[in-house]
């Protein structure tokens, strides 16, 4: 998947590129009638290529936060819980329901 993230920022810098060189030497060359005609359709293609690194990125960052908790979840399956240290007597919390059951005296 990444060298595919990848070969398509690529082509988006390469249109932007492109774009930015033709829009410069089109605004020196061309008659203004036409210069007209030819900046909506310039505006477009910047947009469009805004609204695909856009979604670029968020696909990236979608992807990097599932593989986050991936990690995150097999790290907890691995894990290996051990007893608290230094507790050698039986622990406040796990003796207070006991206390609770011994009947009263009066």
Do not use: W
Not at 15 to 28: L, P
Not at 64 to 79: A, M, W
Request: charged share 30%.
């Amino acid at each position: 998947m990444e060298p595919l993230y990848q070969q398509t920022h690529k082509q988006v810098h390469q249109i932007q590129s492109h774009m930015g060189r033709r829009e410069t030497a089109d605004k020196h060359k061309e008659p203004p009638n036409k210069r007209q005609n030819a900046k909506p359709h310039v505006d477009q293609l910047k947009y469009d290529v805004q609204h695909l690194q856009t979604a670029l990125r968020n696909f990236q960052h979608r992807r990097y936060t599932r593989e986050q908790q991936e990690r995150q979840r097999e790290e907890l399956l691995t894990r290996t819980f051990t007893p608290n240290v230094g507790c050698g007597a039986p622990c406040e919390a796990a003796t207070a329901p006991t206390r609770l059951r011994r009947p009263l005296r009066g």
